[in-house]
């Protein structure tokens, strides 16, 4: 991926990440209680789970396939899982892509929505958000591996830049023995 700073663009999109992370997180099993993530955490290093997250986010952005957007920053982040903060964490890749012409965006935002479900993704929502704005909005879950995307088209007259928002995050990882997980990020 491409990256481009742009302050102004995250900082209004703060709201529909906050929104983005929870409906991912729900489908990517952390909500739940512990007895019932219906899979056992992989183990996995802090830094690796960026690079995984990273890595899947990337496929993300080649479905989409709107090379000469841009997009934002910064990479990967992780925060604990509330099942067993002490020794479980997830990691989380809230970007936007923008800077093409909102048809480019509508035309990549269903290329994405076709290309989910041949690469081993089942888009578990589709259509316009409860929004004011009614954004389209999609939620898919990876099959292969515990790892959910939620994606909106925000193009609108009311937008000031059009883009399209994603939010990539993976489900529990378990830290390796003796891993601090307190202030990571």
Known sequence: ??????????????????????????????????????????????????????????????????????????????????????????????????GVPAAELEQGFQRLRETLPKKGWKVVEYGPNKSAAKTLELTADSEKEHFSVNAELRVGADEKQPLILVNVVSGCYRAPEGTDLNGIY
Request: aromatic fraction near 6%; charge should be negative; proline fraction near 5%.
């Open 1 to 98: 991926m491409t990256s481009t700073s742009s302050g102004g663009r995250a900082g209004r999109a703060i709201g529909a990440v906050a929104s983005a992370l929870a409906l991912a997180t729900i489908a990517t099993g952390c909500s739940k209680d512990m007895d019932d993530l219906g899979y056992t955490p992989t183990t996995l290093g802090v830094d690796e789970a960026r690079a995984k997250t990273k890595s899947v986010s990337g496929q993300i952005f080649d479905m989409i396939g709107l090379g000469q957007a841009r997009t934002t920053e910064p990479g990967p982040g992780v925060s604990t899982c509330e099942q067993d903060p002490d020794h479980l964490f997830l990691s989380r890749h809230p970007w936007s892509l923008y």
